[in-house]
């Protein structure tokens, strides 16, 4: 509204006696700032004016005087009576101009008015607050911690969140957009029903099914970094096999006969122990965050028909520890440890074995990957602390079982089905897996039997020849950028060298030593470098986890009338037109409309037709 286009006249009372000066008149709308004075005076007006204007719609105007303070000249009797307004001061206010004549005419003896000091009005609920509330949605921590597209994944969408809001005093706003909606409707189809094993196979492509095909889509924001526990893969617990089997290691250093003469101190042992023990805390105390804050997440990373293998590397580095606890801490354990160590073997076992043999899309063929080796390795690692402790038909059942998967996936993956892919050199490192399950089968057999025979020895040689096979093929492992996988290089490294001392025990002679010696250093480098590596890219390169697109895909097949309109957008300019009619028929709520759109022949087809 443009000032001085309406006149106001205002009639008042008239008085007999003086009152003081009138100082300024202002409109609470037009002052900036004008939120932060006491109000302590009145008003004259009890409501605010509304002036019509032109356009049809009304103005609200707020006059407010000041007055004095103190009790001066009559201010009691002046208060208590109504003041009179000319028609010329209210044009002039309109205009707003309030000239010296005005003022003059009101004021004693024509001296300067005193400095006002503004009085604040009541304003607009939510006028200032609600602009403020909106510039600190802006707020990229604010965008963060408010931003609902990771909901679907959480293990209370959100409930947690808004109760937590309701606390404070700020309920979270009731209203969505139609977008965030239709968006939120889209997530919670696309994830509140079980991925079947299917889904993995035709979304995902790759040997460790990590890659999105580019026909399908993900149903968390591809754009920007998603938070760090969903991120978090169970892989990690691969840090904890090698550290903890290091441990194992330098124990054995320490205590085997044939290495005496290096005159190694259990202190190492220890250090790496209380190493161990705090990293297996760690990995397990964030992946426990995981599974109680995006327990979706999880959810599908087991029933992943590669990564569920990666579910018993928790209670082998367990295991791990058992076996590596040094002589000071304790001399012997008790059974009963073992019987609860085990448990989670048998059950996960009863379920992927049960599934490799049932056959389906889980059957041994169809998922046999080098990382299926944890599956397996398992049982030999129980056998051997059993066999450690003094117990014998558990141990035996264990390894029975053990051995009988190992010789089926051995085979299976040895000979490379031609409807497998071959691994990337990224995850070349998995290779090495191979050596684990028959370097810890020598050694568990040894304990079982009481001495290292020639069943034992079988075994050993066997993962021998395997990691002497891989060691002569340099090539094959370089040239790739670091990952999570190579940690698969440790724990089957680490096994073979603390096999070879076992043997070296039973062969004592320079060879073996010497052997022993060798395979003991190289194994300690390859653990020292790769923690270092991992420290570095974790917390100065911070790239060691990226987004973990293999949990994200959707429940359901993209629509056929997707990939056309992929195809469309980057194919030729020939299908301009079928362009215009995917258009034309997008906003229709039928899709047989959008599919006949693609489908109607353009003139030039039809002619050539």
């Given at each position: ?433 191979f050596v684990a399950a028959p370097s810890v089968a020598s050694m568990a057999w ?154 109607n022949p353009t003139t030039a087809e039809a002619t050539s037709a």
């Amino acid at each position: 509204m443009e000032r001085g286009e309406h006149q106001v006249s205002v009639e008042l009372q008239e008085c007999s006696e003086a009152v003081p000066s009138l100082l300024k008149m202002i409109s609470s709308n037009e002052v900036a700032g004008f939120d932060n004075v006491r109000r302590s005076e009145t008003s004259i007006f009890p409501e605010p004016m509304n002036i019509p204007e032109s356009s049809g719609h009304q103005r609200k105007l707020s006059i407010s005087i000041s007055m004095p303070s103190s009790p001066t000249r009559g201010a009691g009797s002046a208060a208590s009576k109504n003041v009179h307004f000319l028609d010329d001061t209210a044009n002039g206010f309109m205009n707003g101009d309030l000239g010296s004549s005005s003022l003059a005419s009101n004021t004693p003896d024509n001296t300067q008015p005193k400095k006002v000091k503004f009085l604040s009005q009541p304003m607009p609920k939510g006028s200032v607050f609600g602009e403020s509330a909106n510039v600190n949605h802006h707020h990229p921590g604010i965008r963060k911690l408010k931003d609902k597209r990771f909901d679907s994944f959480k293990t209370w969408s959100g409930k947690l969140e808004r109760q937590l809001s309701n606390l404070r005093g700020k309920p979270r706003e009731s209203h969505v957009s139609e977008e965030d909606s239709t968006r939120s409707s889209s997530e919670s189809s696309h994830v509140s029903n079980n991925v079947p094993v299917d889904r993995y196979f035709d979304a995902l492509e790759g040997p460790e099914l990590e890659t999105l095909r580019a026909s399908e889509e993900i149903v968390l924001p591809g754009d920007k970094t998603w938070p760090f526990l969903l991120r978090y893969p169970i892989a990690s617990f691969g840090i904890c096999l090698g550290v903890s089997s290091q441990a194992v290691m330098w124990k054995t250093l320490a205590t085997a006969s044939s290495t005496r003469f290096l005159h190694i101190s259990t202190t190492i042992n220890l250090i790496l122990w209380c190493i161990s023990v705090a990293l297996v805390a760690i990995v397990s105390s964030i992946y426990l965050l995981k599974l109680i804050f995006y327990f979706e997440a999880v959810r599908r990373e087991y029933y992943h028909p590669i990564r569920v293998n990666f579910f018993f590397a928790p209670f082998i580095s367990l295991l791990f520890l058992a076996l590596g606890v040094p002589p000071s801490v304790a001399s012997h354990l008790h059974h009963s440890l073992w019987y609860i160590l085990m448990t989670p073997f048998l059950f996960l076992e009863l379920k992927i074995y049960g599934q490799w043999m049932s056959g389906g899309q889980r059957r041994l063929s169809k998922v046999a990957n080098p990382s299926n080796h944890l599956s397996v390795v398992g049982n030999f690692v129980g056998a051997l602390l059993g066999a450690s402790m003094g117990l014998k038909e558990g141990p035996i059942f264990f390894f029975a079982v053990g051995l009988a998967h190992y010789i089926v996936l051995f085979v299976t993956l040895y000979q490379r089905l031609p409807t497998n892919e071959t691994l990337p050199k990224e995850l070349h490192p998995v290779f090495f897996l191979f050596v684990a399950a028959p370097s810890v089968a020598s050694m568990a057999w040894a304990n079982i039997q009481g001495s290292f025979d020639y069943g034992s020895r079988i075994a050993y040689f066997i993962a021998l020849f395997l990691y002497f096979s891989l060691a002569v093929r340099i090539n094959f492992f370089r040239g790739f950028k670091f990952s999570l996988a190579w940690w698969a290089y440790t724990f089957p490294m680490t096994g073979a060298a603390i096999a070879t001392m076992r043997y070296s025990s039973a062969v004592t002679n320079v060879v073996t030593q010497t052997l022993s010696v060798i395979l003991c250093v190289v194994s300690t480098l390859v653990v020292t470098a790769l923690l270092v590596t991992t420290i570095l890219h974790a917390f100065i390169l911070r790239d060691l986890f990226p987004n973990d697109i293999a949990i994200a895909i959707s429940y359901r097949k993209p629509k056929p009338h997707h990939k056309r309109w992929f195809h469309l957008r980057n194919g030729s300019s020939d299908h301009s037109k079928d362009i215009e009619n995917f258009l034309k028929f997008a906003d229709s709520a039928d899709s047989k409309d959008i599919e006949a759109a693609l489908k109607n022949p353009t003139t030039a087809e039809a002619t050539s037709a």
